[in-house]
């Protein structure tokens, strides 16, 4: 059923000084009034019967009904929300966590214990000449390191270099 819900609102304000009214004055007296059309008694009786009218019981069950769908659309919407604020809540804690795990990484000292520079003439045989392939291995081995502090660096680990 479609309820006029502004037509039925206008006629209950129309009704309700006039039901007012006529709630004050015993039954004998309006029934005898009435007889004389034009008078303010003869317009709340109008005015009270298109309420009537409007208002009869499929009208109050149709707004019933209405009413009753509507709280259930709250209840699930309700229900909806405390699901999204648990979600919300589950992410925002992982998210602390993910931050506190990268915090702890970040403070971390990362130890590198290194071998000794003068270490690759142990590595090659007498014929060659070990003082400049050692001086070679030196080169090689700090411009590695220095690579390889830069990148620790550049992800945020602290170092720590051990001989």
Excluded: W
Excluded at 118 to 126: I, L, M, N, Q
């Amino acid at each position: 059923m479609s309820i006029d819900k502004q037509a039925l609102r206008e006629a209950a304000e129309k009704a309700k000084g006039s039901h007012d009214r006529l709630s004050v004055m015993p039954a004998d007296d309006i029934f005898d009034i009435s007889q004389h059309e034009g008078t303010q008694l003869d317009a709340d009786i109008a005015a009270v019967n298109v309420f009537n009218e409007a208002a009869n019981p499929a009208t109050v069950l149709a707004l019933l009904d209405e009413l009753e769908a509507a709280e259930k659309r709250i209840a699930s919407l309700n229900e909806k929300l405390v699901d999204c604020r648990e979600i919300v809540s589950v992410q925002a804690t992982g998210r602390r966590e993910l931050r506190q795990r990268i915090a702890e990484l970040e403070a971390r000292t990362l130890t590198v214990k290194l071998p000794p520079r003068a270490t690759a003439a142990k590595y090659v045989d007498d014929s060659f000449d070990n003082s400049d392939l050692a001086s070679i291995y030196n080169v090689c081995r700090l411009e590695c390191e220095m690579k390889f502090i830069d990148a620790c660096a550049a992800a945020g680990i602290q170092l720590k270099v051990e001989e």
